[in-house]
T-cell receptor, first 113, second 113 residues
């Protein structure tokens, strides 16, 4: 079935550092890909999305490109801030069926001043 | 303000005591889902609904029931809760399936002793 794999473990980095979180997926057909962010004590919010190959999603300085050839959707930000500390989830949704979002396990990002 | 609301936000109960977690959205969305979030597992879909009176199982439906009598409401029912249902629960809604953003509620933290 459809699935998403995120890199293992939390990510700790200093303010203004470059952030990359890896995400790869397995799916039949052409899924839509998402990054959701969860701030402490809150629900998930959509950060960005891409719906077809080579699309680049971007928001708040974050970017991710839908790479069908490598089945990847890596999240990047050039200069993180303390306010970016959160849990980041990669997810996919098939273009049919139950509207299920298949999530990766999430990555805790901690940005140190 | 467009939102998904859940109640209660926190609940501690005992094994076998029936409970209901309510979910309501004010965006006139067709699709609604319930997810549970567990450490190291990400979010997994429990049940979903494509419209009033149309519901179906997600990935982990055992021990749960749902109903969709009105478009805005999608309650989650645990008829005989067990400790393995201790988790963080999220309700989500979206206008359409696939590429469309899902809007998440703030979450309900359930503890079953």
């Amino acid at each position: 079935g459809d699935s998403v794999t995120q890199m293992e473990g939390p990510v700790t980095l200093s303010e203004e550092a470059f952030l990359t979180i890896n995400c790869t997926y397995t799916a039949t057909g052409y899924p839509s890909l998402f990054w959701y962010v969860q701030y402490p004590g809150e629900g998930l919010q959509l950060l960005l999305k891409a719906t077809k190959a080579d699309d680049k999603g971007s928001n708040k300085g974050f970017e991710a490109t839908y790479r069908k050839e490598t089945t990847s959707f890596h999240l990047e930000k050039g200069s993180v801030q303390v306010s970016d500390s959160a849990v980041y989830f990669c997810a996919l949704s098939a273009p049919y069926g139950n509207n299920r979002l298949a999530f990766g396990k999430g990555n805790q990002v901690v940005v140190i001043p | 303000e467009a939102q998904v609301t859940q109640n209660p936000r926190y609940l501690i109960t005992v094994t076998g005591k029936k409970l209901t977690v309510t979910c309501s959205q004010n965006m006139n969305h067709e699709y609604m889902s319930w997810y549970r979030q567990d450490p190291g597992l990400g979010l997994r879909q429990i049940y979903y609904s494509m419209n009033v009176e149309v519901t179906d199982k997600g990935d982990v439906p055992e021990g749960y029931k749902v109903s969709r009598k009105e478009k805005r409401n999608f309650p989650l029912i645990l008829e005989s809760p067990s400790p393995n249902q201790t988790s963080l629960y999220f309700c989500a809604s979206s206008a359409l399936a696939g590429a469309h953003e899902q809007y998440f509620g703030p979450g309900t933290r359930l503890t079953v002793t």
